[in-house]
């Protein structure tokens, strides 16, 4: 706040930095699981880093990637209300304190609604990401009889 002040940047600050952290230790985690053996084929093949990359430690890394967005939608969507608690002049946390300071119960719930749909509406749009960038996955369930929209 003393940096960026009251205005939309400080929020915007303090969710990237929320969610860089989880989204970066996740993706970072997810690389690291990559096959070894695999790596070592490519390798062994003369194959690019970047192709390396790209084939083998991207898709390996992709369900670390989508749980650590998962994670960071959760964590921006409570930094931003904490951020406008703090301080604010509008958005819906500055709604929920005033509805709480004024005791209107009615407006504070209305808020909290609002803030369910959409974090609601946030999750269904990774898990539809998620089933589209990892196609494979629906393909390796369907094929061993698991269900498709399962973990």
Not at 38 to 48: E, F, G
Not at 66 to 85: D, K, N, P, R, W
Request: charged share 15%; hydrophobic share 55%; proline share 3%.
């Amino acid at each position: 706040v003393v940096w960026f002040g009251f205005d939309l940047a400080s929020k915007v600050v303090l969710v990237g930095l929320i969610c860089f952290f989880p989204m970066f230790v996740n993706t970072v985690s997810g690389l690291k699981s990559a096959n070894p053996e695999l790596i070592d084929l490519y390798r062994a093949c003369s194959s690019p880093r970047w192709l390396i990359f790209f084939d083998v430690r991207l898709p390996s890394a992709a369900h670390s990637m989508f749980a650590g967005l998962q994670i960071a939608i959760v964590m921006a969507l409570l930094g931003a209300v904490v951020g406008e608690f703090v301080a604010a002049r509008q958005g819906l946390g500055y709604l929920i304190q005033a509805s709480a300071v004024n005791f209107d119960v009615g407006a504070m719930f209305a808020s909290i609604f609002t803030l369910s749909v959409i974090g609601i509406l946030a999750n269904g749009l990774v898990q539809f990401a998620r089933r589209k960038v990892i196609y494979w996955d629906r393909k390796t369930a369907s094929a061993a009889g698991a269900p498709v929209d399962g973990y």
